[in-house]
């Protein structure tokens, strides 16, 4: 059983920072690609950043790219997601995620999910 527990979010400002943070509960967590995925109100889940399962290639949502930073602890079996220069529109529930095969680079590898931490940047 896979579980996933996500922490670090909160309220902040815009231009501010936050650093999520993902604990596995599985040995073979140094195995597997991890991501982070949102989901906005009324809006559908989606992708913000991967990461392969040694840390040696990343990946970026567009929207966030240049400012977000995943990144990940194999002897801690934690990944992160360092949030730099918040917008309004990053507002969301983040998810962490663990993929079914080691890359982490394609959306739909994803099998396992966290329950969510809220991020909400405001003014």
């Known amino acids: 059983q896979v579980q996933l527990v996500e922490s670090g979010g909160g309220l902040v400002q815009p231009g501010g920072s936050l650093r999520l943070s993902c604990a596995a509960s599985e040995r073979t967590f140094s195995n597997y690609g991890m991501g982070w995925f949102r989901q906005a109100p009324e809006k559908e889940r989606e992708f913000v950043s991967g990461?392969?399962?040694?840390?040696?290639?990343?990946y970026y949502a567009d929207s966030v790219k240049g400012r977000f930073t995943i990144s990940r602890d194999n002897t801690k079996n934690t990944v992160y997601l360092q949030m730099n220069s918040l917008k309004p529109e990053d507002t969301a529930v983040y998810y962490c995620?663990?993929?079914?095969?080691?890359?982490?680079?394609?959306?739909?590898?994803?099998?396992?999910w966290g329950q969510g931490s809220q991020v909400t940047v405001s003014s």
């Open positions: 995620a663990r993929s079914v095969t080691p890359w982490g680079r394609n959306k739909d590898e994803y099998a396992y």
């Open positions: 990461i392969t399962w040694n840390g040696g290639s990343t």
